[in-house]
């Protein structure tokens, strides 16, 4: 096993599934010649040609139109958009063609295509290139979306996204792409999408999230650990479909709930969540479930980024209410 960063692994598992199977096509702005925008496709284009690892014009909708059609004719694509802030002309796309697809044809066709997109913020890059409009996207009939924290996690479920037969928005972490190293198993390997993961246990809260904020969540529970507070984390890594009964058992276990997204707080994710326990483990909460989110703003520029991404003040400060301390 070697130690790799997010970056590196995701890279990794382009190479195993361009490597096992021809039908693979990776493609998006800048992927080939100067291996993405965050150097996550850098090699690629060297190893499997320009025919295999292409270069496509600045047109996000053109980009997951092209991956639709590829995937209907029998390939298997992986096209990128630099940003998530990029992705709205794509999302006519998505909603309207890539997700109703095998609806539409009565199963006849499905679209085994995947959709990388860097999303969050935290690096200071402002605006279009910090957006966390992940919600939109799970709101979407007939997509399913990933988010991985770890590089362990982003290989396995980049894998299992590739070789799923609909279609798959694989959202990776800016922040993360090089935030921390792990030992990642070199063998090709999967895992399973729309499984929850705990990856910290405890007792008396939990915090479930997903993303760079399970990162963030991890740091909260550790200064709420010297308070003598012992919180449950859950990692969603899929957030559709969700691991509802992810969410009920932790919230069954501790009592208390605390949703963290970095997405605006009107309609996000946090919502879900919190509607989840409500309505399957209402009996078992001992207070109201807390949501540390974005503020309904647009992500603001450098100086100000620190507040509008939930940190791990935030997160401890809301699991101190559950608890009313």
Same mark, same amino acid.
């Given at each position: ?127 279009? &290139? ?73 007792? &008396? ?121």
């Amino acid at each position: 096993m070697a130690e790799m960063n997010m970056a590196q692994a995701i890279n990794q598992a382009l190479d195993l599934a361009l490597a096992a199977d021809d039908a693979v096509i990776v493609f998006g702005e800048d992927v080939g010649t100067t291996g993405g925008v965050f150097r996550v496709t850098d090699g690629l284009q060297e190893t499997y040609g320009a025919e295999r690892v292409i270069d496509a014009p600045v047109a996000e909708s053109g980009i997951v139109g092209a991956a639709l059609g590829m995937a209907i004719a029998g390939l298997k694509p992986v096209a990128e958009i630099q940003f998530l802030g990029f992705a709205y002309p794509a999302y006519d796309q998505i909603v309207s063609h890539v997700g109703r697809i095998r609806n539409r044809s009565n199963h006849r066709f499905t679209a085994p295509m995947v959709i990388r997109i860097p999303f969050g913020g935290g690096i200071g890059a402002a605006e279009h &290139h910090s957006e966390s409009a992940e919600a939109m996207l799970a709101h979407t009939p007939g997509v399913k979306v990933v988010v991985p924290s770890t590089p362990i996690d982003a290989k396995g479920l980049l894998l299992a996204a590739i070789e799923d037969p609909d279609p798959v928005i694989f959202l990776e972490p800016i922040r993360m792409y090089r935030a921390l190293k792990q030992e990642v198993p070199d063998e090709h390997y999967t895992l399973p999408i729309g499984v929850a993961q705990t990856v910290r246990e405890g007792v &008396h809260a939990s915090i479930v999230t997903y993303g760079s904020m399970v990162r963030a969540s991890q740091r909260a529970a550790d200064l709420l650990a010297e308070e003598g507070v012992s919180v449950e984390i859950v990692d969603l890594r899929t957030i559709s479909p969700l691991d509802e009964d992810a969410i009920v058992a932790t919230v069954r276990r501790t009592g208390r709930l605390v949703a963290v997204t970095e997405g605006h707080r009107t309609g996000n994710m946090a919502s879900e969540i919190a509607a989840i326990a409500q309505e399957k483990a209402l009996y078992s909460l001992l207070a109201p479930v807390e949501r540390v989110t974005g503020w309904d703003t647009v992500v603001p520029l450098k100086r100000t980024e620190a507040h509008y991404v939930p940190g791990p003040e935030r997160i401890a400060a809301a699991v101190r209410r559950t608890l009313g301390t």
